[in-house]
């Protein structure tokens, strides 16, 4: 067992080991949210005196919060579960420069094996190991000397009263840059660990523990698709998975990483952004009713989405998934998991996107009448280890960032392996308007492609995606998105439709434009967000 003699030999009160701790957290897992500070006031002279008191806060705040847990049965657990809280979260954010947030958390929680395993690199282990497992072995073996309960409430008001008051000292001389610092500043406080973690984990439990679940509503329930309606629908919407907009030649980007859709008649959205910065907050919200302004998780949850009203309507709704899960969208409709090779026939070192198109004309073949819609969530750039996400065949650029471990890339490897991705990004989609070409003469087809956020691929330090919307850049939030339209398209949507591909959109135009596709009317339906509406032009 691990038991450092020097540390284990002696007797700690809990106020000690309180301060302790907060010091090493504040001290070696908090890089990040001093290097942001560092970016908004350089070391100089004038900024040297605030800099120092707001490492000093930053330890008060540490004691603060670790004071809450101050009992004697819980104290060591509950420094120990902060060690560890801590340990990952700085391994994230000194990496790839994230925040712990409400929809971070909410991405943890629903993080697959997969994914964990793309994550994982020697140095998150060593990160763990030497700021949270070894120190945890610290905190459990120390001896601790408790008093009776009345003394340890004074000891700890004692503490938090000289926290309080060295506060005072090292603020009040400085309080015009603190006030600078808490206005104009606010989201440096997302870097602050692991405090910013613990809140936003609050923030996330707390509507659930107040009201473990909301009643399940219906919407759209007056949708129907219009029996003057005599043309066969056969929509196939592709959910992207960590595309940016700026990496599709469509889009003008340098690189040719659009070869093949650049042959086909596709209508391209350039201005297209997203509802989230990750999976967990834009998938549901791409399906919803809301608009990402109004857009509220729980509630989502809790009503009809896009496919739940289709399928009641009359449509046949899929669902094929070669990502981690539909977050929740698809599970009152027919859905199935393309991650394995039971039953996806094309994978190798992972399953393929393209294998989502296995016996889907058999799917169709067996809709004897009516509309159908096919939703295929693709694995596509998701990262870190994009090296994995396309086959060898589509090594177009090189040399390749061929480890998850993104800092061991230079910018040019890592640039080639997320291009390398999209390019097979361009190959399935090009795949998926073949079946429908194959389905032209029985169905009005339409293919239509969105990914469902962004990618940080190392500018200003910041990697991966799922910053706060508010702060995250352009390239976790501009997405691609795009359009195929069958031979027997209405001439009048086509029309439309090409007025307004230059307009600024988003996933709030999804909902609408879907329902139009299928020409259904509802209550729900904004012909406003409808792409291939007429009135809405006018």
């Not at 159908?372 to 177009?396: C, D, E, S, T, W």
């Not at 799922?466 to 995250?472: D, E, Q, V």
Request: hydrophobic share 45%; with cysteine; charged share 20%.
């Amino acid at each position: 067992m691990f038991k450092p003699s020097f540390l284990t030999q002696r007797v700690f009160s809990i106020s000690q080991l309180i301060v302790l701790t907060a010091v090493f957290i504040t001290a070696f897992a908090n890089m990040s949210f001093f290097s942001n500070v560092l970016e908004v006031y350089p070391l100089s002279l004038k900024n040297g005196i605030f800099l120092i008191s707001l490492g000093i806060v930053s330890i008060l705040a540490q004691i603060f919060l670790y004071s809450i847990f101050s009992y004697r049965l819980i104290i060591k657990p509950a420094l120990i579960f902060f060690l560890l809280v801590s340990s990952l979260a700085g391994y994230f954010m000194d990496q790839y420069g994230i925040v712990i947030n409400e929809d971070m958390i909410n991405n943890i929680l629903k993080t697959d094996p997969g994914e964990i395993r793309d994550l994982t690199n020697l140095k998150l282990v060593l990160y763990v190991v030497f700021l949270g497992i070894l120190p945890s072995l610290v905190v459990f073996r120390l001896k601790l000397n408790f008093d009776s309960d009345v003394k340890e409430i004074f000891n700890r008001l004692k503490l938090v009263f000289a926290s309080i008051a060295i506060l005072l000292v090292v603020t009040l001389p400085l309080s015009a840059q603190y006030a600078s610092f808490l206005r104009e500043h606010q989201s440096l406080r997302f870097y602050f660990n692991p405090s910013f973690a613990v809140y936003s984990t609050v923030s996330f439990i707390a509507p659930a523990l107040k009201k473990p679940t909301l009643p399940f509503r219906n919407i759209g329930e007056d949708a129907k698709i219009p029996k003057a309606d005599i043309n066969r629908e056969l929509v196939i919407m592709v959910v992207g998975e960590t595309a940016r907009a700026d990496h599709f030649s469509l889009n003008g980007y340098a690189r040719e990483t659009n070869p093949l859709l650049a042959r086909e008649k596709i209508i391209n959205f350039a201005d297209f952004w997203s509802c989230g910065t990750s999976t967990a907050a834009s998938l549901p919200c791409m399906f919803s009713s809301q608009t990402r302004k109004q857009y509220d998780r729980r509630t989502a949850n809790s009503t009809d989405n896009l496919l739940d009203i289709l399928n009641r309507a009359g449509v046949s709704v899929l669902w094929r998934d070669n990502n981690s899960s539909s977050k929740g969208v698809a599970d009152r409709i027919a859905n199935e998991n393309f991650k394995t090779s039971d039953k996806n026939p094309v994978c190798d070192v992972e399953c393929r996107d393209v294998g989502m198109l296995t016996n889907l004309q058999n799917y169709i073949d067996k809709r004897g009448k009516g509309d159908i819609l096919i939703v295929l969530h693709q694995m596509g750039n998701h990262g870190p280890a994009y090296y994995k996400r396309y086959p060898q065949a589509f090594r177009k650029f090189t040399p390749t960032c061929d480890t998850n471990e993104l800092s061991n890339c230079n910018s040019e490897q890592l640039i080639n392996s997320f291009d390398n991705a999209i390019l097979y990004t361009d190959y399935f989609l090009t795949e998926v308007i073949k079946l429908l070409k194959q389905n032209d003469d029985r169905f009005e087809t339409v293919m239509f492609y969105a990914s469902d956020h962004g990618e940080s691929l190392g500018e200003n330090g910041i990697y991966l995606h799922g910053l706060p919307y508010f702060i995250a850049p352009d390239a976790q939030k501009h997405v691609p998105a795009l359009m195929w339209f069958g031979k027997n398209s209405d001439a009048e949507r086509m029309k439309n439709i090409n007025t307004k591909k230059l307009n600024p959109l988003s996933h709030d135009n999804i909902f609408s434009t879907i329902m139009g596709l299928f020409e259904i009317n509802s209550g729900v339906y904004d012909s406003k967000l409808d792409i291939l509406d007429v009135a809405a032009e006018e």
